[in-house]
């Protein structure tokens, strides 16, 4: 996602037609084909798809070889692939997709200690999982009135975009695209623009925003579920429960470092990996990490023994999107999540945890992948949801509960 704008593309693609001294005329008989009715081809000149087929017909005319028709095509499309692409999605020399560090991390931002004082505002996208993490710690540590929340949808040139209305729902515990609640803005771009010397930069969610002073606190998802596990406990509803105890840190570092890069991250570097070579090295890493977690599970509840942490928080987010959308959209496909019992029986586990299957919107993560990220998927189609993602199957029992036994320890 970036300021480029995919849509462009289409009409580049007319651009790059080779013949132009065609004098075939585009609107007869044999352009719609003999068996078209009146309708059908009233409503297929209006769709774009068959507009450009009309246009090759009238170019190459109706004969021209599929072999020659296959390698224009590809040439094309592999070209503006790769432009959109290294836009899109930034890749290092050998292909490989390297994601660009967040602008706003929390250990910079000179007025942090005053933060946990502030009038703070979250803005998230139901689809992205760095920014569901924060839904999730949000819910759990009972912020809902402290730290309210304005809820973007991405719109068609991948930016994150406000409806124009207050949704008709005000309770802040109904998670649904809306407007934005404190500053108006028509998109995030224009609320990252408010801040004191403006931005250009990319404008992600999860951001964090102080009310008062308008002024980004931290858009690192890391960092926020961080500040808001031991930050703001004087305004939590549920100050008790802490994620991230201090005996078990070192623990959550361990598994970070593991399910960061070859999961959270994994799964972007299956689905933009620009070579080959890129995508193998990612899909290896991405699934011998997860057998291991898979070991690793059929003994522990949670990743760090009996403890629901923060580490949890960050891999579920992953693992509830991956048959959605990453086992098809990604490539992740060498097995589903749903082959994995305790992967999944533990997956399960988080869903059914008071407040969580809320912060879970299946139609708004399908909707965003599927028909946001046109690089992956020019035709936008959404494909039909896998039956084992329903709401009522991942609210079955899965009998986790009497593993408690494990030290928590990664162990490779
Ligand atoms: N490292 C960031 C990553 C956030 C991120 O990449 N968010 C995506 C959505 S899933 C985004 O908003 N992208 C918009 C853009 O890059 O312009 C974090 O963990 O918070």
Known sequence: MSSASPLTLSSQLLVLSPKKNRTRTILGPCRVGPRMSLDQQRSSSSNPVTLLTNVTKLLWGP?????????????????????????????????????????????????????????????????????????????????EDAVSVSIASPGQDGSWEFKEIPSRSRDKDILVPGWDSVNGSKNLKEVYGLRKGGYSGRASVPMLWDVDKKEVVCNESYDIIHFFNS????????????????????????????????????????????????????????????????????????????????????????????????????????????????????????????KVAETCNFTEIMDGYYKILFPLNPGSIR??????????????????????????????
């Open 63 to 143: 004969s021209l070889p599929p072999g020659l028709l296959i390698s224009t095509v590809r040439t094309a499309w592999n070209s503006t692939w790769q432009l959109m692409m290294s836009q899109l999605a930034p890749s290092d020399s050998s292909g490989n997709y390297t994601r660009p560090a967040s602008k706003f991390p929390l250990q910079n931002n000179p007025t942090a200690s005053a933060t946990a004082t502030a009038k703070l505002h979250l803005y998230v996208g139901l689809p992205c999982p760095w920014a569901h993490r924060t839904l999730i710690v949000r819910a759990l540590k009972g912020l």
């Open 383 to 412: 494909p039909v949801m896998p039956s084992a993602c329903a709401h009522q199957l991942l609210s079955k029992p899965h009998n986790r509960e009497s593993l408690l036994s494990s030290d928590g320890y990664l162990h490779v």
């Open 231 to 354: 930050g703001l406990n004087g305004v939590a509803r549920n100050p008790g429960m802490d994620l991230a105890p201090a005996e078990l840190k070192a623990k959550i570092e361990d598994w970070n470092k593991l399910i960061y890069p070859n999961v959270n991250n994994g799964v972007y570097r299956c689905g933009f990996a620009q070579s080959q070579e890129a995508y193998d090295t990612a899909v290896n890493g991405l699934f011998s990490a997860l057998e291991k977690i898979e070991d690793h599970l059929g003994g522990s509840r949670y990743l760090c023994g009996d403890t629901l942490t923060l580490a949890d928080v960050c891999l579920f987010t992953t693992l509830i999107r991956f048959d959605l959308v990453y086992n098809v959209l990604f490539k992740c496909t060498k097995k589903k999540l749903i082959e994995y019992p305790n992967l999944h029986g533990y997956m399960c586990d988080i869903y059914q945890i008071p």
